[in-house]
């Protein structure tokens, strides 16, 4: 037994030093200079408002959070073709990635499609998702008016917004999704 847990030991330690290049890697390509890889965040070391700033991204339902920038279906079109298209489709058909235009009506179906368009209750969280995921191969490296803008062209694919449509943090907030009614509470205790 113990003799296992040390064989094992190594290859864990391989996987830390993996992991933190990785995070090394991916931090060097956000906003250039946004993240202080150098800065110590070990505990008891008080972060700086300057270095959780870059960290602190999440964005409510209700749009809390939203940066400044806008961004509009037709420059969505060219980043989407650039830095989408290869992994969901031309077309957001899905591919390596999901499928991410499509699927309305489908969810009471025998074979429901849970897409952005037909399954996702906020737009809000279209744009959080895509701007700390996405793409795959290169999270965070998109600036706030391309996530606006790319939010912009697959809403607008899923025939939610026109296509002279301009998002930014007031107006993103205010789209209404097709199945924003479609959750409700779990009454099993302890649910949310
Ligand atoms: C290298 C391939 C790749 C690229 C490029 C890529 N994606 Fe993705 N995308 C994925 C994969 C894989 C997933 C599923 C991730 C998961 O479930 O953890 C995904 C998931 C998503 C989802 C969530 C879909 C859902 O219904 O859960 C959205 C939205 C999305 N991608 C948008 C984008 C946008 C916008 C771009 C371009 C800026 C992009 N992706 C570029 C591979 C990619």
């Not at 062209?153 to 205010?174: C, E, K, W």
């Amino acid at each position: 037994m113990r003799e296992g847990l040390l064989r094992r030991m190594p290859a864990c330690a391989a996987l830390a030093v993996l992991v933190s290049l990785t995070t090394l890697a991916s931090c060097s390509s956000v906003t250039p200079g946004a993240r202080n890889a150098e800065a110590s965040h070990d505990v008891g070391t008080p972060i700086s408002a300057q270095d959780l700033a870059v960290w602190n991204i999440d964005v409510a339902p209700d749009g809390r959070g939203l940066p400044p920038g806008s961004g509009d279906v037709a420059g969505g079109a060219h980043i989407f073709a650039a830095k989408c298209a290869a992994c969901h489709g031309a077309q957001g058909q899905g591919g390596l990635g999901d499928q991410l235009i499509g699927g309305q009506g489908t969810l009471t179906s025998a074979k429901p499609k849970r897409t952005v368009g037909s399954y996702w209750p906020y737009a809000t969280t279209l744009f959080d998702y895509i701007r700390r995921a996405m793409p795959y191969n290169a999270p965070e490296s998109l600036s706030a008016d391309e996530v606006y803008a790319v939010s912009a062209f697959l809403l607008n694919q899923n025939g939610i917004v026109p296509a002279n449509t301009r998002l930014d943090a007031a107006s993103l907030p205010r789209v209404v999704m097709p199945n924003r009614d479609g959750f409700v509470p779990d009454p099993r205790p302890g649910r949310l």
